[in-house]
């Protein structure tokens, strides 16, 4: 990401007779199609109704407003904050030395078992400076004289997941009016359209606008260009309008509009992008303005039937991966806002079908979040209306960044992680210098929460301010990339460097408990709940998860025997994390505090359940997570909920599981089917994408396990296109609620061991790119 930050949004609009480049089908899908949103009116709020369309490093939201068409739109590098920030930037470190700090804090704890979290932030915390937010690029409008005053009876505003094209339609005094929206990654762009079947009868203004003020729109010849500043850190921005016609006229304005009037068609091309790079410590490139400008050019000349045609091939080639068919059945006549309001929890065909929509719109919105080129999908993917967002629309990383891309090995969209890679190897820099100076040690650390500026240090927010195994928790995606796909170059070369670092600051911070002699993470803090300890337990398990899967990367990839050997006995004597309380409950801390009234939307003493791989299903282990899992309760926000649907497949409790899908619908899902904490909140959609997955098919202990958590909601059915770790792609048929057919494409050859109850374990030397049916 070196050089201007470029998010080329080419939004292509063809204003006038229908293009060739759709066909009828393609223009006007049957609302009753299962991947289909679908409203029966334009949207009036930003966070529940409009439509979300991405190419990774840009995003837009679709209204679907009849007299102003509103597109908001996002560049995902537009942060305020970070180096040049005018109240300063410090990355989180401390601003001055506190020498002794940390062993006493330390030292009471050992003495005293705990402390609150007000005196530890009082004495490892400071006030948050320059951290920033994402920003809203800005507001595309159509204005559209002439459009009905009132919603048409007719009228679709729809979302086809399958092609990634979000449409209106609807009949005016006898004209038909389509209008299609798409973001095209292969070219940086976003792309639409409007058109009318009445040749010559449309006329368009185009305007933009900000709720910034730190920008000048000028428009010149066929072009708009909007240039600026962000005033709290001097980043450069720059977006580009050019307008094309057949027909009519067109007109530049001083206010910096242009208008396309009396036309048979005409589109238009939006490029931005920001001086943004990804480079420690000044995180600043190229003036955008060159990129920019080749980005729009590029976009106008390729037409809109290539962008078209070069978008669509795109995204099949990666939404299409995987088909899920539990005997779903959407009515024909019920919108999607409308489908979720009746969605009862499973008992129907209609409730099948919001569940598979709901399911695949996860792997969706990571294709539309997620591309190599640009930042990582953050809190609100890419999508974020305000200047001053929830969070900042940040990197959360005490659960929420990783659950975003837990989906995506097993759902078969690996490419996605890539911007997640490229992010956490530009932490390693600026966590270096966290490390060393906070914690006079080796290796590389992140605290709770982040941002692109290199952000590793602390605040002091006292529950959620001091979180140093998130590097060890961020690494564990990456070797997860390595099991999957089995690529030694990407684990030398990416991977392992990263987890060794991690690995090198924990073996420099553990510190023996006088208790048991055990290595114990200290301070430690279960995320957001209960006091500062010794030992607590997610800490321990993200430590164990961090060091067995740096010595199984050492040993696969020959590092030194001393290495190996430390790393072994660090794990022999580490405290794991696991320990079964006074009523049968797996601990959250080392010290028997967990309440069975507590009913706390984290569960993160299951990390080794899941995402980790500590607990085996049927063990004593696992019958203490899930009681601990059943006395938190059903309840929480949107992503606590998407985890409990991982937690209980892995428990291999597919109806409980399904509990918590219906759940998450019923009561954390908004109208455009975005997940909600409240408020909006992606990580909970793609949480509950993992979780349908993991009902399905896990391989966490290198067994490939068929339909290990199948709800009885879904007696039959059939899956196409997951991926199991060793590099299998697995189809499934199942009937009565057991698997009929099951069919595994090798990756790579290798043996892989398999288990259903259609033919109990079976081991197969695989031979890459064969197919396997077994029936």
């Known amino acids: 990401m070196k050089g201007a930050a470029i998010g080329a949004a080419a939004l292509a609009t063809g204003l006038g007779p229908l293009a060739a480049s759709a066909s009828a089908g393609e223009r006007r899908r049957d609302p009753s199609d299962e991947l289909l949103l679908w409203y029966n009116a334009p949207a009036a709020d930003w966070e529940r109704e409009a439509l979300p369309i991405g190419s990774g490093a840009l995003g837009a939201m679709v209204f679907g407003t009849l007299a102003s068409e509103h597109l908001q739109f996002n560049e995902k590098t537009l942060w305020t904050g970070g180096p040049g920030a005018q109240d300063g930037y410090d990355f989180g470190n401390w601003r001055s030395p506190r020498d002794g700090v940390l062993a006493d804090v330390r030292q009471r704890i050992e003495t005293g078992t705990k402390l ?61 009016h389509e209008r299609e929206f798409f973001a095209s990654h292969p070219d940086s762009v976003l792309v639409g359209r409007l058109s009318s079947d009445r040749p010559g009868g449309v006329t368009c203004t185009l305007r933009y606008a900000s709720p910034r003020t730190d920008f000048t729109s000028t428009a010149r010849g066929d072009r708009i260009t909007v ?125 099948r079908a919001l569940e598979a929509l709901f399911f695949q719109y996860g792997r969706y919105l990571l294709i539309a979040s997620s591309r190599a080129g640009s930042l990582p999908a953050n809190l609100q993917g890419v999508w974020n209306q305000s200047t001053t967002p929830p969070w900042s629309a940040d990197y959360h990383v005490n659960i929420n960044l990783q659950m975003n891309y837990w989906l995506a090995e097993a759902a078969a969209l690996p490419e996605t992680t890539a911007p997640y890679d490229r992010f956490v190897a530009a932490l390693r820099a600026p966590g270096e210098r966290t490390a060393k100076e906070m914690f006079a040690s080796r290796g590389w650390v992140v605290h709770d929460e982040t941002n692109p500026y290199g952000f590793t240090g602390v605040h002091d927010w006292s529950t959620s ?219 909970g959609n793609f949480g509950a994408t993992s979780g349908v997955v993991e009902m399905l098919l896990q391989s966490q202990f290198d067994v490939i396990e068929v339909l290990p958590a199948l709800p009885a909601s879904w007696p039959e059915g059939s899956v196409r296109g997951l991926r199991a770790r060793g590099g299998a792609t697995v189809d499934i048929d199942w009937a009565a609620g057991r698997a009929t057919r099951v069919a595994v494409t090798a990756g790579r050859t290798r043996q892989l061991t398999l288990r259903s109850t259609l033919f109990g374990d079976k081991t197969l030397k695989a031979v890459a790119g064969r197919r396997y049916v077994f029936d």
Request: glycine letters at 8%.
């Open 465 to 683: 301010f001091w979180f140093p195994e998130a590097a060890a928790w961020l690494t564990a995606q990456l070797y997860e990339h390595y099991r999957f796909g089995g690529s030694t170059d990407y684990l030398r070369t990416t991977a392992y460097p990263l987890m060794k670092g991690a690995a090198e600051f924990w073996l420099d911070n553990l510190r023996t408990d006088p208790r048991d002699n055990s290595l114990v993470v200290t301070p430690s803090y279960s995320p957001e709940h209960g006091d500062f300890t010794a030992g607590a337990a997610m800490s321990q398990q993200i430590v164990h998860d961090l060091l067995t899967n740096t010595l199984e990367a050492a040993k696969t990839l020959g590092d030194s025997a001393a290495w190996r050997q430390q790393l072994t006995d660090t794990l022999g004597k580490l405290d794991p994390g696991l320990r079964i309380g006074s009523w049968g409950q797996l601990q959250e801390w080392k010290t028997d505090l967990d309440s069975p009234t507590d009913d706390h939307r984290h569960v993160s003493h299951l990390y080794a359940l899941h995402p980790g791989r500590q607990i085996a299903p049927g063990s004593t282990w696992a019958e203490a997570a899930k009681v601990s899992l059943t006395a938190r309760g059903d309840g929480g926000t949107g992503w606590s909920k998407a985890w409990k649907v991982n937690f209980w497949a892995r428990l291999r409790d597919g109806d409980h599981a399904h509990k918590m899908l219906s759940e998450q619908l019923k009561a954390s899902t908004l109208p455009n089917l975005w997940d909600t904490h409240p408020p909006f909140q992606i990580d």
């Open 227 to 351: 240039t600026g500043q962000l005033a709290d850190n001097g980043l450069k921005f720059e977006a580009q309008i050019r307008a094309r016609h057949e027909g009519g006229t067109l007109t530049a304005h001083a206010d910096g509009s242009l208008t396309v009037t009396g036309a048979d068609s005409a589109w238009f091309v939006l490029a931005a992008g920001t001086d943004y790079a990804d480079t420690y410590p000044d995180y600043r490139g190229a003036d955008p303005a060159a990129a920019v400008t080749a980005a729009v050019d590029k976009a106008a000349d390729l037409g809109h039937a290539a962008l078209r045609e070069r978008h669509l091939t795109d995204h099949r080639a990666l939404f299409g991966r995987v088909d899920l068919d539990i005997r779903q059945t959407p009515p024909a006549d019920v919108p999607t806002d409308q489908l979720l309001t009746q969605y009862t929890g499973g008992a129907s065909a209609a409730d």
């Open 116 to 176: 609150d979290p007000d005196t530890v932030a009082g004495e490892l915390g400071q006030p948050r400076v320059g951290y920033g937010a994402h920003q809203t690029f800005g507001d595309l409008h159509l204005d559209l004289p002439g459009a009905p005053t009132t919603t048409p009876a007719d009228y679709r505003r729809s979302l086809d997941l399958r092609t990634a094209l979000a449409s209106v339609t609807y009949t005016d005094q006898g004209a038909v």
